[in-house]
């Protein structure tokens, strides 16, 4: 498929940095569109796959990372291009299904990751999840699809999500080793590739006991010293 016709697509299957580009009136939760210049050159340097523009790989890639998108920084799921908002579903390991409104509020990581040894999604708010991982990962948490095996209206994928664990994860030390979830999800889409409902299906488990694998680590902040993520936190986004 050319440029010319993979950009008469419906917007939220072109290249998120479009999207960004052409949303407009947007509640933006921090106030400004995300930049997304640091996860990309990540993705050019780290992809296992570059899917050509307009291949079915790109295509769903591009709804996935729009949907993730929109998520992370809209704050009005209203306003969320990636799906069919009242009818929109989504669950993890075919537990509880979760509307936007709850994304919204909650966000992935404690919709996606429930209460466990490592992590209390209960105790979690939007915000203080999305830190934790921008700690983890301080130089971002990538994600690309990895093979796609049924195309619309139920599309069947594999994905990976990786990250370098270069900072604390609640504590732990960090190894600085790379860290990745392989995973499965299937999409229903509409005709014009709008997600009606999103299942995952990946290990949580087998994640965190990554991230806590280095051990407690003394905290080093008792000695009056401010958290060094805090003033990056405000102005960064998500990877």
């Known amino acids: 498929m050319s440029a010319t016709q993979s950009n008469n697509l419906p917007l939220w299957v072109q290249d998120r940095d479009k999207v960004i580009a052409e949303s407009t009136d947007v509640e933006w939760r921090y106030e400004t569109p995300p930049d997304y210049s640091r996860s ?21 890639q591009n709804l996935v990372r729009t949907f993730e998108m929109e998520v992370s920084f809209k704050a009005n799921p209203q306003q969320w291009l990636s799906i069919v908002n009242d009818k929109f579903r989504v669950s993890t390991n075919g537990g509880v299904e979760y509307t936007a409104a709850d994304l919204s509020a909650q966000g992935t990581y404690n919709l996606f990751m429930a209460d466990s040894e490592h992590y209390k999604a209960s105790e979690e708010s939007f915000e203080s999840s999305a830190k934790v991982f921008h700690t983890t990962f301080p130089q971002g948490f990538p994600w690309e699809v990895l093979e796609v095996f049924s195309g619309p209206p139920n599309v069947t994928f594999k994905w990976r999500h990786w990250g370098h664990f270069k900072g604390e994860y609640k504590g732990h030390a960090p190894t600085g080793e790379t860290v990745e979830i392989i995973g499965m999800s299937i999409a229903k889409v509409t005709d014009d590739l709008k997600v009606i409902s999103l299942e995952h299906y990946f290990d949580n488990n087998l994640f965190l006991e990554k991230l806590t694998s280095g051990g407690k680590q003394i905290n080093a902040q008792k000695q009056g010293s401010a958290c060094p993520f805090s003033s990056w936190f405000k102005k960064s986004h998500k990877s």
């Open 40 to 60: 990309n050159e990540n993705l050019a340097q780290e992809s296992t796959y570059n899917h050509l523009e307009g291949t079915l790989e790109a295509i769903v």
